[in-house]
């Protein structure tokens, strides 16, 4: 039986639930419905406080009796409505979010139609009436003072806005384009003139402090004289360069030294309005982030001088021969004259060139004393127009040249420490070790041989390499051969490893001799050899060692041969080496100790790697060292023994600051009086095969001459003056392999040796 309370509640109660109309509420208390259990049914006591409890039977005395009920039992809960699904949230959330746009859209409808109906009957009033009306004809289509007024001042501010923007998203590049940053390395002869230049650009950059301030001024005087005051673009400039463009179709001109600047560094070279507009743009930027001297420095180093060069310091030594430190303010005014264009003002190309090149040097020196930077009295000074010269004196050659700066850049790079990356970026000087003289005779030298070859043997000529250099004591190389022509052939004859060095390795075996003595039996100690020990000198004399004879491979003895089969009987290990006989040397080399003999050998220069190997053809001269090391060899019997490693590259400085380099020093390698004995027997050699000229010569002249067994190689090595020159003549065909052929013919003979014959002109006159 259910109890139904009047609208009014029970007196005394708390505030009535609202009834649900319509749906009995039901309270679910473990698993019964619609009833209380327990003594509970009668009626509840009233609960402490203000409060009576509801009364038995109603509706909220029921639910509140299922709760206490609920709470009371540790079985019971509640039971959970249950979870919706994702696609009843997904759509309840989209439901969501349209209606917030709908309501965004709503008020966004409103405040516009709000703002319309403020602003509605001001513009209006201000809106332009075109064609105009009450007037008729031509009239109408004529703008009103008021509508080109406001036509204006739109322009003018859209253009400001647009200046504005443009100016806050422009950014200057990090990186200088690549013209910018690449530099050639030049090279210059020992004496300390130009001698070739390497790489894609001629350019090499320089402090703004090294450049005369004469020929600062007279380059602003050219293009820019107002540049310390401009804000880096001229409007001036800009509206004939716009005037220009609209009438010729391409822009030029107008441009400040600061917007050059940013054409060489960053930009291309097109002609476009996009570039030209870019140009400015940064132009202003730059002139805000760099000092002017710093902008000046770089259009300096980055502008295009004609010759093949960029920067004004190669236009310097291309048009006149020496640094930019060196110009006056005439040389420099010819100068910012081919600014304006190289191809048109380089005097040496035409007489035309030549009358535009004058004018415009008088107009730059006159333009100078306009704005106060060169007075009267110093103009009249200049009335003769600077010579230049006819031609750069950088130009590499690409024929002898270049063997030398491929010599001097291997030489750069190891004693400096350059990588190549930094290397092929530019900007060094080399200041080689080359003479020039030399380098000249010696490559005459070698020309004159090679047309006798060709006229005299022209099948065999066409194979035929000679290979030369001159090494001073303190280790320079002062002059090189390298071949015809670097262009054809880049392979250098003279460093090159490929022919045995015969007879010519004797010095080597004697000096190992003369410093560790020989021993002859097993047992035996080494006993000491000095210049008057004799030895046999007869031809096919067997080879021994202290064991007995030495066998080769398939069983024979081993026996040395003399030039022409000649025997000279018992012979002193002086005039053994005066006379060139291999019997004696090779049984010398055994007795010595052949591993003796090599590092004997490598002390005094020759590379480990071009020595024979430990057999008695190592004393008979099987290594195979170059032309620069034979040299560099026999210095050190000159130089009292020591010995320096021959090197390329006296400095090298890069834009103007010193590298550090690496220079070898003078060590130890022989004894002074094994050197000294050495040396005295070469100087009788020279003497015993040449006595007219050794007479001639008068001073000390050594040398000796070289021949191979199987004749692929003569060689001449002596030293005058304390410079060591070797020279070598073999045959290898480098289309074939690089393995030796016969001369046949072309090394001369023992008479009238090749060989000698270019060393002797190329150290004209002797003595």
């Known amino acids: ?33 619609g009833t209380s259990s327990g003594p509970e049914k009668a009626g509840r006591t009233a609960p402490t406080g203000d409060h009576p409890a509801p009364a038995s039977g109603s509706r909220t005395s ?99 806005l647009t200046l504005t923007v443009a100016y806050a998203v422009t950014d200057i590049p990090d990186d200088l384009n690549s013209f910018a940053t690449q530099q050639d390395n030049v090279y210059f002869w020992a004496d300390g003139t130009p001698m070739a230049r390497a790489g894609w650009v001629q350019r090499q950059e320089m402090e703004l402090d090294d450049v005369p301030e004469d020929v600062r001024w007279a380059v602003l005087a050219a293009e820019n004289e107002s540049f310390y005051s401009d804000p ?19 822009t030029e001109g107008g441009s400040t030294i600061t917007q050059q600047y ?39 180093n980055t502008s295009w001088f004609g010759r093949g060069t960029y920067g004004i310091q190669r236009a310097a030594q291309a048009y006149y021969g020496k640094d930019v430190s060196e110009l006056n303010a005439s040389e420099g005014a010819f100068l910012a004259t081919l600014l304006k264009g190289a191809g048109l003002y380089d005097p040496t190309l035409s007489a035309a060139n030549r009358t535009r090149a004058e004018e415009r040097w008088r107009w730059t020196l006159d333009r100078m004393v306009k704005i106060g930077k060169m007075s009267p009295e110093e103009r009249a000074r200049y009335r003769t127009f600077p010579k230049v010269l006819e031609s750069n004196p950088l130009y590499s050659t690409g024929e002898q040249s270049d063997y030398l700066v491929e010599l001097a850049t291997r030489y750069a790079k190891k004693t400096a420490h350059i990588s190549d990356k930094d290397f092929d970026r530019g900007g060094y000087q080399i200041y080689t070790t080359f003479d020039k003289k030399r380098v000249d005779q010696l490559t005459r030298a070698v020309g004159k041989a090679r047309d006798k070859a060709r006229k005299d043997n022209p099948k065999a ?132 100790g052949l591993d003796k003999v090599r590092s004997t050998a490598r002390a005094s220069g020759l590379l480990s790697s071009s020595l024979g190997a430990q057999v008695p053809a190592l004393a008979g001269g099987s290594s195979r060292p170059s032309a620069i090391r034979m040299a560099s060899g026999y210095t050190t019997f000159a130089a009292e023994g020591r010995h320096t490693e021959p090197y390329a590259v006296l400095k090298v400085t890069r834009n ?9 020093v003078a060590r130890r390698a022989l004894d002074a009086d094994t050197a ?91 003595g």
């Not at 609920?70 to 919706?84: C, D, I, L, T, W």
């Not at 969501?96 to 966004?108: F, L, P, R």
């Not at 060095?501 to 050899?529: C, I, M, N, W």
């Not at 004399?541 to 024979?556: C, L, M, Q």
């Open 1 to 33: 039986m259910q109890l139904r309370i009047s609208g009014g509640g029970i007196p005394g109660a708390g505030p009535e639930e609202p009834p649900i109309s319509g749906v009995e509420r039901r309270e679910i208390s473990d698993g019964s419905t």
């Open 62 to 160: 029921r639910r509140a009796e299922a709760r206490a009920a609920a709470a009371g039992r540790p079985g019971s809960r509640r039971r959970k409505a249950p979870a919706s699904t994702p696609a009843a949230r997904f759509t309840a959330a989209a439901v969501a979010a349209t209606a917030a746009a709908v309501a965004a859209t709503a008020a966004a409808v409103a405040a516009t139609a709000a703002a319309v109906a403020v602003l509605g009957p001001w513009l209006r009033r201000i809106r332009p009436h075109y064609p105009r009306p009450g007037l008729t004809g031509w009239k109408r289509w004529l703008p009103s003072w008021r509508q080109i007024g406001g036509t204006v001042l739109a322009s003018f501010g859209l253009s400001v």
């Open 232 to 250: 880096g673009i001229s409007a001036k400039g800009l509206t004939r360069a716009l005037l220009r463009t609209v009438g010729q179709g391409s």
């Open 262 to 300: 940013v054409k060489n560094a960053y930009l291309s070279q097109e002609r476009t309005y996009s570039r030209k507009f870019t140009e400015a743009i940064m132009a202003l930027k730059l002139d805000d982030e760099m000092s002017k001297d710093e902008i000046l420095e770089g259009y300096l």
């Open 461 to 592: 000529a066409k194979d035929v390499h000679y290979g030369a250099a001159s090494i001073a004591v303190d280790g320079r190389i002062v002059a090189i051969h390298g071949g015809p022509d670097h262009r054809k052939q880049g392979y250098n004859e003279s460093n090159a490893t490929t022919v045995p060095a015969g007879s010519a390795f004797q010095p080597f075996v004697y000096a190992a001799a003369l410093e560790h003595g020989v021993r002859k039996s097993r047992d035996g100690t080494r006993e000491p050899v000095t210049g008057e020990t004799v030895y046999d000198g007869d031809d096919k004399v067997p080879v021994t060692t202290p064991e007995g004879p030495y066998w080769d491979r398939s069983g024979r003895k081993v026996a040395a041969k003399n030039d022409k089969g000649r025997s000279y009987g018992r012979i002193t290990l002086h005039q053994a080496l005066a006379s060139s006989v291999n019997t004696t040397f090779m049984q010398l080399g055994m007795d010595t």
């Open 656 to 664: 103007g600051h010193e590298v550090p380099t690496d220079i070898p």
């Open 676 to 766: 000294a004995e050495v040396q005295s027997a070469l100087t009788d050699a020279f003497r015993t095969a040449y006595p007219e000229t050794a007479a001639q010569a008068g001073g000390e002249v050594a040398g000796k001459r070289g021949t191979t067994e199987d004749d692929t190689a003569a060689w001449y090595v002596g030293t005058e003056k304390k410079v060591s020159t070797a020279v070598v003549v073999y045959r290898i065909d480098l289309a074939e392999s690089l393995e030796p052929l016969p001369l046949e013919g072309l090394g001369g003979t023992i008479a009238d040796s090749v060989p000698y014959g270019i060393w002797s002109e190329a150290l004209r006159p002797l």
